[in-house]
């Protein structure tokens, strides 16, 4: 908690590398970081920078190679791996570039499944993916196969499903980079709107400076460490 905000994310002196060959290569060279409880936070930087590893460390995807991660107060930095699991479905939702979701399900049944797996469940997997669809304004394609859905539909479902067990902390790998410039405003603005209802912090991995701009703070990495950060907009949290 710093100064009445509670702290979703903190980085410290976080250092990733990486073997390859004969040589190793510095993804990450000390990134200490700070994201409080309601943010939308963009974090950009040229190719190669280390922004997709740094989300993945701090989705429990990967661990450092040195330094500290902790995720709403719980240090995720050597846990055991089903214990990462545990807080990957708990307290972590995570949204991809190209959706990810299980072909052979329709849309109520892909945004179940978290809760399905959930330790301790909170909620009916059905009522809570029905809620969610619902709150996206998908009701009327639940019953339907990503095969069947635009990809900003398919989008909106991933969405619900990684808000399924209602984790503190979305992360979100350049999740307009697979739709057009439509579809990917409606996916924005349901990112907002989420974090505006539920108080959910998002974290956005983007290369599009326009989406970056729509957040509250801007971080910029460059050669693995965090050159600049930069209020887009004036901060609201719920």
Request: hydrophobic share 40%; no cysteine; charged share 25%.
């Amino acid at each position: 908690m710093v100064n009445g905000q509670r702290t979703v994310i903190r980085t410290r002196n976080l250092v990733k590398n990486l073997p390859l060959g004969k040589v190793v290569v510095h993804a990450l060279r000390g990134v200490d970081l700070d994201i409080y409880a309601g943010e939308i936070v963009g974090i950009v930087g040229p190719s190669g920078s280390g922004k997709s590893t740094l989300l993945g460390l701090i989705g429990g995807l990967d661990k450092p190679t040195k330094g500290t991660i902790e995720i709403d107060g719980v240090d995720i930095s050597r846990m055991s791996e089903d214990r990462l699991t545990e807080i990957r479905n708990e307290k972590i939702g995570f949204i991809f570039q190209f959706f990810n979701l299980i072909p052979t399900l329709t849309a109520l049944e892909n945004v179940a499944l978290p809760v399905q797996f959930a330790r301790k469940a909170k909620f009916s997997s059905d009522k809570r993916a029905k809620e969610l669809l619902s709150m996206l304004k998908l009701e009327d394609r639940m019953h339907h196969r990503p095969s069947e859905l635009s990809g900003g539909q398919q989008q909106r479902v991933a969405i619900a499903r990684a808000l399924a067990n209602n984790p503190p902390l979305l992360l979100a790998d350049e999740p307009t980079g697979n739709l057009d410039t439509e579809s990917g405003e409606i996916v924005l603005r349901t990112l907002e709107n989420v974090r505006r209802e539920t108080g959910t912090t998002v974290v956005i991995v983007t290369h599009d400076p326009d989406i970056a701009k729509r957040t509250d703070r801007v971080l910029t990495l460059v050669d693995g460490r965090l050159a600049t950060e930069t209020v887009a907009q004036p901060v609201t949290r719920p």
